[in-house]
């Protein structure tokens, strides 16, 4: 069945370090999408990969999805404690166009 | 997300006692979810609705229920028969969009002793 697997689980930088988490599966995957859970809040919706190879900006944030539509990065270039909170990366569940079934999540620390 | 409202934020039960958490939205959105988060976990899903009087189960139903009479209403029944009731418990909405983004309500905070 398919497996996705999101690392690391936890991610502790210095502010104005780079930051990156990875979701990679072992079957293909139709889109993914990723959210922002702040402490104590929910998730939010940040951006949502459909096509191979396809890379996307939101300001500091850059969001990858591989060739092979296997895997998906985002990557946060020069961290701020803003962007302190739990990543999680989401995709369809096999066979389902709305079930999304949800990453592990990593949960990013930012030393001021 | 504006227009999902869960209440109350925090409940506290005794074991062997049914609940009913509240789920209620404004956005028109036909699709609505629960899910459950443990402290440091993923979100897993529990049930989710697509059209008003369906509903299906998610990856986690057992000693849960849930009814979907209404558009704007998913509420949510943890039974006494769920053995780790005590969660943080999200509510999400979908529109008709294929692959459309979840929206969250701020959830709700289940302490059962």
């Known amino acids: 069945g398919q497996q996705v697997m999101q690392i690391p689980q936890y991610q502790h930088v210095q502010e104005g370090e780079d930051f990156t988490t990875y979701c990679n599966s072992s079957t293909t995957l139709s889109n993914i999408q990723w959210y922002k859970q702040r402490p104590g809040g929910h998730p939010v919706f940040l951006i949502q990969?459909?096509?191979?190879?396809e890379v996307k900006k939101q300001k500091r944030l850059t969001f990858q999805f591989g060739e092979a539509k296997k895997n998906s990065s985002l990557h946060i270039t020069a961290t701020q404690t803003t962007d302190v909170g739990t990543y999680f990366c989401a995709y369809p569940f096999p066979g389902s166009a709305r079930q999304l079934t949800f990453g592990s999540g990593t949960q990013l620390t930012v030393l001021p | 997300d504006g227009g999902i409202t869960q209440s109350p934020k925090y409940l506290f039960r005794k074991e062997g006692q049914n609940v009913t958490l509240s789920c209620e939205q404004n956005?028109?959105?036909?699709?609505m979810y629960w899910y459950r988060q443990d402290p440091g976990q993923g979100l897993r899903l529990i049930y989710y609705?697509?059209?008003?009087?369906?509903?299906q189960k998610g990856d986690i139903a057992e000693g849960y229920s849930v009814s979907r009479e209404k558009k704007e209403s998913f509420p949510l029944t943890v039974t006494s028969a769920q053995k780790n009731p005590t969660a943080f418990y999200l509510c999400?909405?979908?529109?008709?969009?294929?692959?459309?983004?979840?929206?969250f309500g701020n959830g709700t905070r289940l302490t059962v002793t």
């Open positions: 999400a909405t979908q529109d008709g969009t294929i692959n459309s983004p979840l929206h």
């Open positions: 990969l459909v096509k191979s190879g």
């Open positions: 956005l028109n959105h036909d699709a």
């Open positions: 609705s697509q059209i008003v009087n369906d509903f």
